[in-house]
């Protein structure tokens, strides 16, 4: 679907999966505008397929794309073109409890421009592929507090899905991997005290069954996932705080647990700061359990979808 600046977007089409033409001049390759989004088509028991609060995903591009300077398709056009993609690719989306088709929304400045500014023109593409569950059963996170390199900056994009948020952290990521921790978990430019998100997915802390997680202002991006097991925890009658998270509340924390579309919900078992290795209790009988069963609950249809979150596709 394209898009001259400061028209509307054209009627999209279905195209098989293939390499896409982009001139050397265009804004994404030497700007990087371009923002993106993440959604999963999931099999219900009943063997349909839904998706998950799709217009959350439609109203993060747009806020992603009017801080980029981008127009973005309407929020009937961003639906309209997932349930098409989803629909051409249904016998691509596994089995109940085998893994998603992962939906990768993309929308590019891909007009040609060389002096500084917004392209011309930008295109808006979905591809999807399947994948698999990201954790196996059971399996738990351990997360390394990065020190010098910061995620997002007060006034930066941290709080905008922006693909320019991504490269700047592979370095430390992988330096991690290699030290054999899953992922890294970022502090705050501001003061570099408190605790704001993991590379690609938000992070919650428990204490004395109070659920606590990084406020989202500007610098940690709001996931539809955190939002949604903020209202599931409410909605069980649990305290939920979004405020500051210092240090001093990682160190005391019972349990630490990270959400996201890829890591759906799930437990950390250790954090590493400096030299210090802190546990966290992991399990069926923690808040964290409660949390995943109601989400994947309503994700797979096993559950009640009291709050309308489900998109059914087929
Ligand atoms: N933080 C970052 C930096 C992310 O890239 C993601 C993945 N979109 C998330 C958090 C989690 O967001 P969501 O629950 O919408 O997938």
Redesign the pocket.
Known sequence: MKCPNGDNFSQGHLAPYGKIELSPFSGILNYGQGVLE?LKAIRTKDGHVQLFRPEENALRMKMSAERLCMPSPSTHQFLDALKQTVLANKRWVPPEGKGALYIRPLLIGSGPVLGLGPAPEYTFLIFATPVGNYHKRGSTMNLYIENEVRRATPGGTGGV?SIT?YSPVFEVVTKARAKGFTDVLFLDAATGKNIE?V????IFFVKDNVILTPRTSGTV?P????KSIIEIARDLNYLVEERDVPLEDVLAADEVFC????VEVTAVASITHQDKRIEYRTGEEIVFHKLRVVLKGIQTGVIEDKMGWTMLID
């Open positions: 993440g899905k948020n998100e590379s690609s997915c938000n991006l996931g539809v996932t955190r959400t996201g579309t890829a």
